[in-house]
Protein backbone atom coordinates (compact mmCIF):
# COMPACT_ATOMS: atom_id res chain seq x y z
CA UNK A 1 0.00 0.00 0.00
CA UNK A 2 1.46 3.74 -1.04
CA UNK A 3 1.54 5.38 1.70
CA UNK A 4 1.47 9.76 1.41
CA UNK A 5 5.51 10.78 2.32
CA UNK A 6 6.05 13.11 5.06
CA UNK A 7 7.01 16.62 3.70
CA UNK A 8 9.89 18.17 4.63
CA UNK A 9 12.36 21.58 3.70
CA UNK A 10 15.81 22.04 3.95
CA UNK A 11 17.40 24.86 5.85
CA UNK A 12 19.88 26.44 3.13
CA UNK A 13 23.32 26.58 3.81
CA UNK A 14 23.89 30.02 2.69
CA UNK A 15 20.76 31.30 4.63
CA UNK A 16 22.10 34.50 6.58
CA UNK A 17 22.74 33.76 9.94
CA UNK A 18 20.05 35.75 11.79
CA UNK A 19 17.57 34.27 9.75
CA UNK A 20 18.12 30.62 10.42
CA UNK A 21 16.01 30.21 13.80
CA UNK A 22 13.21 32.42 12.13
CA UNK A 23 13.46 29.71 8.88
CA UNK A 24 13.56 26.89 11.37
CA UNK A 25 9.87 28.05 13.55
CA UNK A 26 8.23 29.28 10.28
CA UNK A 27 9.06 25.29 8.83
CA UNK A 28 7.30 24.46 12.05
CA UNK A 29 4.67 26.94 11.63
CA UNK A 30 3.42 26.11 8.25
CA UNK A 31 3.41 22.48 9.27
CA UNK A 32 5.73 20.74 7.21
CA UNK A 33 7.29 16.83 8.82
CA UNK A 34 10.84 17.71 8.71
CA UNK A 35 13.43 20.18 8.66
CA UNK A 36 16.83 19.02 7.04
CA UNK A 37 20.16 21.05 7.71
CA UNK A 38 23.00 20.49 5.90
CA UNK A 39 27.21 19.98 6.35
CA UNK A 40 29.09 21.37 3.21
CA UNK A 41 32.43 22.48 3.51
CA UNK A 42 33.45 26.07 4.30
CA UNK A 43 29.32 26.99 5.57
CA UNK A 44 27.73 25.98 9.17
CA UNK A 45 28.46 22.48 11.18
CA UNK A 46 25.47 20.18 10.81
CA UNK A 47 25.40 19.31 14.22
CA UNK A 48 25.49 23.08 15.91
CA UNK A 49 22.24 23.86 13.12
CA UNK A 50 20.91 20.75 13.93
CA UNK A 51 20.89 21.75 17.95
CA UNK A 52 20.00 25.11 17.86
CA UNK A 53 16.88 24.22 15.57
CA UNK A 54 16.10 21.32 17.54
CA UNK A 55 15.85 24.23 20.59
CA UNK A 56 13.66 26.78 18.94
CA UNK A 57 11.21 24.22 17.65
CA UNK A 58 9.07 21.74 19.69
CA UNK A 59 7.82 19.59 17.18
CA UNK A 60 9.39 19.32 13.81
CA UNK A 61 11.54 16.55 13.42
CA UNK A 62 15.29 17.63 12.30
CA UNK A 63 17.58 15.71 9.82
CA UNK A 64 20.80 16.31 9.58
CA UNK A 65 22.13 15.55 5.66
CA UNK A 66 24.91 15.00 5.55
CA UNK A 67 27.49 14.49 8.46
CA UNK A 68 30.79 13.14 6.54
CA UNK A 69 31.71 10.04 8.23
CA UNK A 70 35.75 10.63 7.74
CA UNK A 71 35.42 14.22 9.39
CA UNK A 72 34.70 12.97 12.91
CA UNK A 73 35.87 10.25 14.77
CA UNK A 74 33.20 7.73 15.33
CA UNK A 75 33.46 8.14 18.97
CA UNK A 76 32.91 11.97 19.22
CA UNK A 77 30.30 11.37 16.85
CA UNK A 78 28.46 9.13 18.97
CA UNK A 79 29.06 11.83 21.62
CA UNK A 80 27.62 14.53 19.73
CA UNK A 81 24.47 12.40 18.71
CA UNK A 82 23.46 10.52 21.37
CA UNK A 83 23.14 14.83 23.36
CA UNK A 84 20.87 15.36 20.41
CA UNK A 85 18.59 12.28 21.42
CA UNK A 86 18.96 13.23 24.93
CA UNK A 87 17.70 16.76 24.94
CA UNK A 88 15.20 16.50 22.21
CA UNK A 89 14.00 12.43 21.92
CA UNK A 90 12.82 11.49 19.07
CA UNK A 91 13.06 14.35 16.87
CA UNK A 92 16.18 13.91 15.25
CA UNK A 93 17.32 11.97 12.16
CA UNK A 94 21.02 11.54 11.36
CA UNK A 95 22.40 10.96 7.78
CA UNK A 96 26.24 9.95 7.36
CA UNK A 97 27.69 9.90 4.31
CA UNK A 98 31.18 9.63 2.28
CA UNK A 99 31.42 13.15 1.88
CA UNK A 100 32.06 14.60 -1.44
CA UNK A 101 35.38 13.58 -2.37
CA UNK A 102 36.81 16.75 -3.42
CA UNK A 103 35.76 18.37 -0.38
CA UNK A 104 37.14 15.67 1.84
CA UNK A 105 40.82 15.72 -0.26
CA UNK A 106 40.66 19.01 0.48
CA UNK A 107 40.51 18.77 4.07
CA UNK A 108 42.99 15.61 3.98
CA UNK A 109 40.96 13.49 5.20
CA UNK A 110 39.23 11.08 2.47
CA UNK A 111 39.95 7.63 3.46
CA UNK A 112 41.86 4.75 1.53
CA UNK A 113 38.74 2.27 1.31
CA UNK A 114 35.35 4.65 1.71
CA UNK A 115 33.06 2.31 1.29
CA UNK A 116 34.35 0.07 4.35
CA UNK A 117 35.00 2.98 6.30
CA UNK A 118 31.62 4.12 6.44
CA UNK A 119 29.63 1.03 6.59
CA UNK A 120 32.35 0.69 10.03
CA UNK A 121 31.47 3.88 11.19
CA UNK A 122 28.08 3.31 11.13
CA UNK A 123 27.89 0.18 12.95
CA UNK A 124 30.78 1.94 15.82
CA UNK A 125 28.64 4.50 16.27
CA UNK A 126 25.51 1.95 16.30
CA UNK A 127 26.97 -0.03 18.61
CA UNK A 128 28.22 3.22 20.69
CA UNK A 129 24.49 4.58 20.98
CA UNK A 130 22.88 1.37 21.93
CA UNK A 131 25.79 1.59 25.18
CA UNK A 132 28.37 -1.46 23.71
CA UNK A 133 32.02 -0.95 23.79
CA UNK A 134 33.25 -0.39 20.49
CA UNK A 135 37.15 0.86 19.66
CA UNK A 136 38.24 0.05 22.91
CA UNK A 137 35.14 2.60 24.17
CA UNK A 138 31.81 2.87 25.84
CA UNK A 139 29.70 5.81 26.55
CA UNK A 140 29.07 6.44 30.00
CA UNK A 141 25.73 5.47 31.30
CA UNK A 142 24.46 8.70 32.19
CA UNK A 143 25.25 9.69 27.98
CA UNK A 144 23.55 6.34 26.55
CA UNK A 145 19.85 7.60 25.14
CA UNK A 146 16.89 5.88 25.94
CA UNK A 147 16.87 5.28 22.37
CA UNK A 148 19.57 5.15 19.01
CA UNK A 149 17.98 7.68 16.61
CA UNK A 150 17.70 6.98 12.95
CA UNK A 151 20.82 6.70 11.03
CA UNK A 152 20.65 7.11 7.53
CA UNK A 153 23.43 6.51 4.80
CA UNK A 154 23.58 9.60 2.15
CA UNK A 155 24.96 8.23 -0.45
CA UNK A 156 24.41 7.21 -4.66
CA UNK A 157 26.52 4.89 -5.96
CA UNK A 158 25.17 1.43 -6.58
CA UNK A 159 28.04 -0.53 -4.10
CA UNK A 160 27.46 2.10 -1.03
CA UNK A 161 23.20 1.36 -1.75
CA UNK A 162 23.78 -1.68 -1.11
CA UNK A 163 25.76 -1.22 2.48
CA UNK A 164 22.86 1.33 3.19
CA UNK A 165 20.47 -1.84 2.57
CA UNK A 166 22.37 -3.44 5.69
CA UNK A 167 23.76 -1.17 8.07
CA UNK A 168 21.16 2.08 7.91
CA UNK A 169 17.92 2.72 8.86
CA UNK A 170 17.15 4.20 5.60
CA UNK A 171 19.13 6.60 2.80
CA UNK A 172 19.18 9.55 1.94
CA UNK A 173 18.82 10.46 -1.76
CA UNK A 174 20.36 13.91 -2.62
CA UNK A 175 18.43 15.72 -5.92
CA UNK A 176 17.31 15.68 -8.52
CA UNK A 177 15.33 12.57 -7.04
CA UNK A 178 12.57 11.11 -9.53
CA UNK A 179 10.34 8.43 -9.26
CA UNK A 180 12.82 6.23 -11.60
CA UNK A 181 15.87 7.29 -9.47
CA UNK A 182 13.85 6.47 -6.23
CA UNK A 183 12.73 2.83 -7.07
CA UNK A 184 16.56 2.32 -9.05
CA UNK A 185 18.33 3.07 -5.66
CA UNK A 186 15.64 0.75 -4.11
CA UNK A 187 16.04 -1.80 -5.84
CA UNK A 188 20.27 -1.15 -5.33
CA UNK A 189 19.51 -0.74 -1.23
CA UNK A 190 17.58 -4.19 -1.16
CA UNK A 191 16.89 -3.92 2.19
CA UNK A 192 16.08 -6.71 4.56
CA UNK A 193 13.90 -4.69 7.04
CA UNK A 194 12.01 -1.30 7.05
CA UNK A 195 14.06 1.53 5.08
CA UNK A 196 13.09 5.19 5.34
CA UNK A 197 13.73 6.76 1.82
CA UNK A 198 14.59 10.18 2.40
CA UNK A 199 14.45 12.21 -1.49
CA UNK A 200 15.94 16.19 -1.79
CA UNK A 201 14.06 17.82 -4.77
CA UNK A 202 14.30 21.74 -5.87
CA UNK A 203 11.14 22.82 -5.03
CA UNK A 204 8.75 25.77 -6.30
CA UNK A 205 4.89 26.40 -6.28
CA UNK A 206 3.19 28.52 -7.74
CA UNK A 207 -0.61 28.89 -9.80
CA UNK A 208 1.16 29.82 -13.03
CA UNK A 209 3.36 26.67 -13.71
CA UNK A 210 5.44 28.67 -16.13
CA UNK A 211 6.28 30.67 -13.15
CA UNK A 212 7.14 27.82 -11.06
CA UNK A 213 9.59 26.34 -14.19
CA UNK A 214 11.74 29.43 -14.13
CA UNK A 215 11.74 29.78 -10.24
CA UNK A 216 13.46 25.86 -10.34
CA UNK A 217 15.77 26.29 -13.40
CA UNK A 218 18.73 27.93 -11.93
CA UNK A 219 18.63 25.48 -9.33
CA UNK A 220 19.45 22.66 -12.06
CA UNK A 221 22.66 23.89 -13.23
CA UNK A 222 24.67 21.11 -12.04
CA UNK A 223 22.48 19.03 -13.25
CA UNK A 224 24.01 16.09 -15.77
CA UNK A 225 27.73 16.85 -14.16
CA UNK A 226 29.40 12.79 -13.58
CA UNK A 227 28.71 12.41 -10.23
CA UNK A 228 24.94 12.52 -10.84
CA UNK A 229 25.09 10.13 -13.56
CA UNK A 230 23.20 7.79 -11.35
CA UNK A 231 20.09 10.34 -10.78
CA UNK A 232 19.73 10.46 -14.97
CA UNK A 233 20.28 7.03 -15.91
CA UNK A 234 16.78 5.69 -15.43
CA UNK A 235 15.05 8.65 -17.13
CA UNK A 236 13.79 8.14 -20.38
CA UNK A 237 15.91 11.20 -21.79
CA UNK A 238 18.84 10.71 -20.08
CA UNK A 239 20.88 10.43 -23.01
CA UNK A 240 19.64 13.81 -24.75
CA UNK A 241 20.68 15.28 -21.17
CA UNK A 242 23.90 14.36 -21.60
CA UNK A 243 24.46 15.17 -25.11
CA UNK A 244 22.50 18.71 -24.43
CA UNK A 245 25.48 18.99 -21.23
CA UNK A 246 28.19 18.23 -23.86
CA UNK A 247 27.33 21.06 -26.57
CA UNK A 248 26.90 23.66 -23.79
CA UNK A 249 29.97 25.45 -22.82
CA UNK A 250 28.49 26.67 -19.14
CA UNK A 251 26.35 26.10 -16.90
CA UNK A 252 24.33 28.95 -17.47
CA UNK A 253 24.08 28.06 -21.54
CA UNK A 254 23.04 24.92 -20.21
CA UNK A 255 20.09 25.36 -17.93
CA UNK A 256 18.72 27.86 -20.25
CA UNK A 257 18.16 24.96 -22.87
CA UNK A 258 16.20 22.52 -20.66
CA UNK A 259 13.03 21.86 -21.77
CA UNK A 260 10.37 23.25 -19.74
CA UNK A 261 9.09 18.97 -19.39
CA UNK A 262 12.38 18.02 -18.58
CA UNK A 263 12.85 20.84 -15.54
CA UNK A 264 9.36 19.72 -14.86
CA UNK A 265 10.74 15.59 -13.89
CA UNK A 266 13.71 17.02 -12.55
CA UNK A 267 12.26 19.37 -9.67
CA UNK A 268 8.93 19.45 -7.89
CA UNK A 269 7.69 22.15 -9.62
CA UNK A 270 4.16 23.32 -10.42
CA UNK A 271 0.93 24.62 -9.22
CA UNK A 272 -0.06 23.15 -5.92
CA UNK A 273 -2.27 19.96 -7.72
CA UNK A 274 0.53 18.74 -9.51
CA UNK A 275 3.56 19.15 -7.15
CA UNK A 276 0.68 17.43 -4.60
CA UNK A 277 0.40 14.52 -7.66
CA UNK A 278 4.69 13.94 -8.57
CA UNK A 279 5.01 13.38 -4.08
CA UNK A 280 2.22 10.96 -4.73
CA UNK A 281 4.63 9.53 -7.35
CA UNK A 282 7.45 9.45 -5.22
CA UNK A 283 5.63 7.62 -2.37
CA UNK A 284 4.92 4.87 -4.76
CA UNK A 285 8.41 4.37 -5.95
CA UNK A 286 8.84 3.84 -2.25
CA UNK A 287 9.81 7.99 -0.67
CA UNK A 288 8.98 7.88 2.45
CA UNK A 289 9.94 12.06 3.08
CA UNK A 290 9.87 14.47 0.44
CA UNK A 291 12.23 17.69 1.28
CA UNK A 292 12.08 20.48 -0.64
CA UNK A 293 15.29 22.66 -1.51
CA UNK A 294 13.02 26.15 -1.60
CA UNK A 295 13.71 27.61 -5.25
CA UNK A 296 14.03 31.72 -5.87
CA UNK A 297 15.78 34.27 -4.16
CA UNK A 298 14.20 34.56 -0.57
CA UNK A 299 13.80 31.02 1.36
CA UNK A 300 10.94 32.41 3.36
CA UNK A 301 8.96 33.16 1.11
CA UNK A 302 9.43 30.29 -0.70
CA UNK A 303 8.48 28.04 2.46
CA UNK A 304 4.83 29.65 2.40
CA UNK A 305 4.72 29.17 -1.17
CA UNK A 306 5.85 25.76 -0.56
CA UNK A 307 3.30 24.83 2.20
CA UNK A 308 0.19 24.91 -0.02
CA UNK A 309 1.21 21.71 -1.22
CA UNK A 310 0.52 20.38 2.82
Same mark, same amino acid.
Given at each position: ??????????????????????????????????? #?????????????????????????????????????????????????????????????? *???????????? #????????????????????????????????????????????????????????????????????????????????????? *??????????????????????????? #?????? #??? *????????????????????????????????????????????????????????????????????????????????
Amino acid at each position: MTHRPQIGVVLPRDLPAPRVLEYARTAERLGFDEL #WVVEDLGFRGGLAQATAALGATTRIRVGIGILPAAVRSAVFAAMEIATLEQLFPGRTDVGIG *HGMPGWMRQAGV #WPQRPLTFLSDYVTTVRALLSGAEADGVRLDPSAVPAAVPPLLLGVRGPRSLAASGKVADGTVLAEPCTPEYAAAALAAIAPAAE *HRLVAYNIGAVDDDPRAALAAARPGLE #WIGEPD #WAP *HLAPLPFAAELAALRERCATREEFVAQLPDAWVGALALAGTPDRVRERIGELGAAGVTSSVFFPAGPDPLAALTALARVL
